[in-house]
């Protein structure tokens, strides 16, 4: 019987992903409703009577559909009072029960027969008591019966440790940058005697991939827009969810993180 956590979630504001460290490799475990995709997008859609997680309730982020409610990017409302509300069911959901749908996806992703009770979940190194209790409670109500926080900056470190193998870890500082979809966390972390703790560290949660794409839109593609066309208050119609083009916005935005990963492609080939 394993007397360790094996199981460790990346419960990220755009994906999220789940693995297992078996004999000193790392298994990502891959999503069997997207062929070749390790990762599930942190969207969640509530349709009627089913619960639409990943890729699909992405596609639906954004569409007006008066039987559909689709919510993104809570993990950065995590601890805080703020709810989102459900029209068409008459009730409101918190980021904590959005945070445990994903988890529960997450775990269809293991198919190894495993009993998924215990789980080492990772939070940014900015997220104070009352996020990291609020991100323990998710793991609670999906359904594990012990949840391990883990600051992102020490995970990325241990990762990279891991990846030396035999090779022996000097005494030090490490300056740890963590830039994720949503929260960009900087932290500096020592190392002694092979035991890494971190020492300080500054985030912002709302600094990520996702505010990249939300300025690819705001500074370049709508006032181009502008200028090639005739429009009243476009960014207005687009970004107000009672606006014209509010479903629009959604589409540029995906548009937007694609290009995005184009380049980075692009300038990968280059290297």
Request: contains cysteine; glycine residues 8%.
């Amino acid at each position: 019987m394993e007397n360790t956590i094996n199981f460790g979630i990346d419960l990220g504001t755009t994906n999220s992903a789940i693995a297992k460290f078996v004999k000193g490799e790392v298994i990502v475990f891959n999503n069997p409703l997207d062929y070749g995709r390790a990762t599930l997008p942190s969207v969640v859609c509530y349709q009627k009577d089913k619960i639409i997680v990943g890729s699909q309730a992405k596609v639906m982020f954004g569409k007006q559909k008066k039987d559909a409610f689709t919510q993104a990017f809570f993990k950065r409302k995590m601890g805080t009072s703020e709810s989102f509300q459900i029209k068409s069911q008459n009730r409101s959901i918190t980021p904590i029960e959005l945070s445990a749908q994903v988890l529960k996806e997450l775990k269809t992703f293991v198919n190894t027969g495993d009993p998924l009770e215990s789980v080492v979940i990772t939070i940014p190194a900015s997220f104070d008591l009352i996020q990291s209790n609020a991100t323990k409670e998710a793991g609670y109500q999906a359904g594990f019966k012990q949840v391990v926080l883990l600051q992102e900056p020490i995970a990325a470190s241990l990762a990279y440790a891991n990846m030396k193998k035999s090779k022996e870890l000097t005494d030090g500082q490490w300056l740890v940058y963590d830039f994720g979809g949503g929260t960009f966390d900087v932290a500096l972390i020592r190392i002694k005697d092979g035991e890494m703790k971190v020492i300080d560290h500054e985030g912002n949660n709302f600094l990520g991939g996702a505010d990249i794409d939300q300025m690819i839109v705001d500074k370049l593609v709508i006032p181009k827009i502008n200028s090639e066309f005739s429009f009243k208050n476009l960014e207005d119609e687009m970004k107000s969810a009672s606006g014209k083009y509010n479903s629009k916005y959604y589409v540029l935005l995906s548009r937007a993180e694609e290009a995005k990963l184009d380049c980075r492609q692009l300038h990968r080939l280059k290297l």
